[in-house]
């Protein structure tokens, strides 16, 4: 990493002091894959606090509006590996038991109470918190609603305590929230409203419902999304069928459960491996052996190998255009209306999946970033130029990490600005017509039904 220093001149002409930027050349090849190292930065098991760059500004810069996509904490497991006993993992919220949260106490009381939240439609029927003493298949565990106590904490902080993002007094207009149907979704964005607004009045929570794990709202048909998804997939499956190495792990593994090997590839062992490794839980025996850490460090590789093909490939990424242009754009919408002075919905919350927050980052052109971890966060924050208030940019960080400047529209913009932001315009434009160029198109309905390839 080389230090570079910096002399821009600002626009009102005054010579500032020398400042340096971080411009990272990379003067050897890149380490290995390190499969278990990246399994703990998966896993984001709850520890110190974090350090993050949310809310960072010039002094003279206001802060209008933060929306936040989050994806769900911790959970149990999707698949089972086949003939096998599941992880012994308790969904009880104890706050005695590591890892915890000095507000975790108080947030179940709360949550076990009654309220006149509103939910829309099947959100009402879903548990506030995770209750069962044997975690349900992809229910939030303990350290999923650890994760989002510290997230929603850290956010208070910032947007809350240092910038008055909401004052006391705030109401139920000033937030969106919508949320997936499913109870671990719900319940990490409960969890982190709970440390961001301490003791809210429910009557002020609006819940919406999301039925696509895409958020695409009413815009959801779009031939093409669908077309370039099911051609990454065959991407995925070849990539698959040539690693030896992973065959043969495969056949190990189905011979030790004893199901044919097809069956335990359909099982996806890895998404199970995964919690066993999170919660520090021994990997399944049987009579005639035990699945170990070499079966998994191989399965894990391949699965950073594909990830890695897959941002090289394009595949992805026009999928990723098209999957996400009707949440961005909502985004965008919102975000002009606040600039042009509109005081509603300052501060969103998108309670999502790994599927949802994976293409927005591609989309972006954020391609250096690690596949959505556990409880990650992306935020777009929306800032006002107090010298010149007409003049609006934007921050987006990445759990904590400022990667406004990794985006396809803004790399290049702070090699000539002393702003170490994003004018909003740029942005409004990437999404409003950049996004289509690739398509040949200029509209998302139309790169919906045009074929690039």
Request: with cysteine; charged share 25%.
């Amino acid at each position: 990493v080389h230090l570079i220093p910096v002399n821009p001149i600002w626009e009102d002409g005054l010579n500032p002091k020398s400042r340096k930027k971080i411009m990272p050349e990379l003067l050897t090849e890149p380490p290995a894959i390190d499969p278990v190292y990246e399994a703990y930065v998966y896993c984001n098991i709850p520890s110190i606090a974090e350090r993050s760059m949310e809310g960072h500004a010039p002094h003279y810069f206001k802060l209008v509006s933060v929306q936040v996509l989050i994806r769900h904490g911790d959970r149990y497991p999707l698949y089972a590996i086949p003939k096998t006993k599941r992880p012994d993992i308790d969904c009880i919220l104890l706050p005695n038991r590591k890892p915890s949260h000095p507000q975790l106490e108080a947030f179940i009381k709360r949550m076990s109470r009654g309220f006149a939240a509103q939910m829309d439609g099947a959100l009402s029927n879903l548990p506030r918190y995770p209750s069962h003493s044997f975690c349900e298949m992809g229910e939030l565990t303990q350290t999923g609603v650890v994760q989002h106590l510290q997230n929603g904490q850290l956010l208070r902080e910032v947007y809350i305590n240092k910038h008055k993002l909401l004052l006391s007094n705030w109401t139920a207009k000033q937030l969106y929230l919508e949320t997936t149907g499913k109870s671990r979704t719900l319940q990490s964005a409960l969890a982190l409203l709970y440390t961001f607004l301490p003791d809210f009045d429910w009557k002020k929570i609006n819940m919406r419902h999301q039925w696509s794990t895409i958020f695409c709202s009413g815009s959801c048909d779009c031939p093409m999304r669908n077309h370039y998804l099911e051609e990454e997939q065959r991407r995925q499956y070849s990539l698959r069928v040539k690693n030896n190495d992973l065959e043969k792990i495969y056949v190990d593994m189905a011979k030790i459960v004893g199901v044919p090997t097809r069956q335990l590839r359909a099982s996806n062992p890895i998404d199970s491996l995964l919690c066993y490794f999170c919660h520090n839980v021994s990997f399944p025996c049987t009579h005639t052996g035990c699945i170990d850490m070499e079966h998994f460090k191989v399965i894990k590789r391949h699965q950073l190998e594909d990830e890695r093909e897959r941002q090289e490939k394009k595949l992805y990424f026009l999928y990723a255009l098209l999957a996400t242009h009707p949440l961005l754009n909502q985004t965008v919408n919102r975000l002009q209306c606040i600039a042009e002075g509109k005081k509603e919905e300052v501060f969103v919350l998108y309670s999502a999946h790994d599927v949802t927050l994976s293409p927005v980052l591609s989309a972006l052109g954020i391609t250096e970033a690690r596949f959505p971890r556990f409880a990650a966060r992306l935020v777009f924050e929306l800032w006002q130029d107090g010298k010149r208030p007409k003049e609006h940019f934007i921050r987006i960080l990445y759990n904590g990490a400022d990667v406004t400047f990794q985006t396809s529209f803004c790399k290049d913009y702070y090699k000539h600005s002393s702003k170490l932001m994003c004018p909003l315009e740029k942005f409004v434009n990437f999404v409003k017509r950049d996004m289509f160029l690739v398509f040949n198109s200029t509209s998302y309905y139309d790169a919906c039904r045009r074929r690039s390839l």
